[in-house]
């Protein structure tokens, strides 16, 4: 079965450093979206691509994230500078015009 | 805005005991509804969905209906295992069918105890 992959599984940094996560959604899913997860909180979407266009990126704190597609396949989410609020989970997730969202495992990062 | 509000928990139930986690929603618009499901240390799992008023969406003995007049869709099981043991989250689409923006409720805590 596909799956999204998502790199690393694990993050720890110190504030004010640069972090980055890696997101390859499935083959052929021209959507994809990142999502934050905040500890005890439901998933907040930062950032949806469709192709390698933004479509949504209204909650993603522009002064310190970006996020970029390319080529229209992979993406990579970064931030900096982290900061202690930023721990979190960061969910990617990839669809197929019509069909659901499936999503990777996730990336967890500690800001210490 | 377009927002979910699940039940607070964490629920703490028994082997075969019956199940229910309510969800109600608001949204402009009709939405599509959705259940996710999270186990420790996983992304999201789709459980169930409904695309319409009075859809009941079903998977792996979970249920929920799509209710328009009480905004609501409650997930229900008759039967829990401890395998079941989770995060769920209700969830509604906005934007076109299945692939628009994804907006979650805050989760609730499954514990099922042998």
């Known amino acids: 079965e596909a799956e999204v992959a998502q790199s690393p599984r694990y993050k720890i940094t110190e504030k004010s450093q640069a972090v980055a996560f890696w997101c390859d959604p499935i083959?052929?899913?021209?959507?994809l979206y990142w999502y934050r997860q905040i500890l005890g909180q439901g998933p907040e979407l930062l950032v949806q691509?469709?192709?390698?266009?933004?479509?949504?990126d209204s909650q993603l704190p522009k002064d310190r994230f970006s996020a970029e597609r390319l080529k229209g396949v992979d993406s990579t989410l970064k931030i900096q500078p982290a900061e202690l609020g930023d721990s979190a989970m960061y969910l990617c997730?990839?669809?197929?015009?019509?069909?659901?969202?499936?999503f990777g495992p996730g990336t967890r990062l500690t800001v210490l | 805005g377009d927002s979910v509000t699940q039940m607070e928990g964490p629920v703490t139930l028994s082997e075969e005991a019956f199940l229910t986690i309510n969800c109600t929603y608001t949204a402009t618009g009709y939405p599509s509804l959705f259940w996710y499901v999270q186990y420790p240390g996983e992304g999201l799992q789709l459980l169930l969905k409904?695309?319409?008023?009075?859809d009941k969406g079903s998977n792996k003995g979970f249920e929920a209906t799509y209710r328009k007049e009480t905004t609501s869709f409650h997930l229900e099981k008759g039967s829990v295992q401890v395998s079941d043991s989770a995060v769920y989250f209700c969830a509604l689409s906005v934007g076109s069918s299945n692939t628009g923006k994804l907006i979650f409720g805050q989760g609730t805590t499954l514990q099922v105890k042998p």
């Open positions: 083959s052929g899913h021209a959507t």
């Open positions: 997730a990839s669809s197929l015009k019509g069909s659901e969202m499936v």
């Open positions: 409904a695309t319409k008023a009075d």
């Open positions: 691509f469709q192709d390698e266009s933004v479509v949504d």
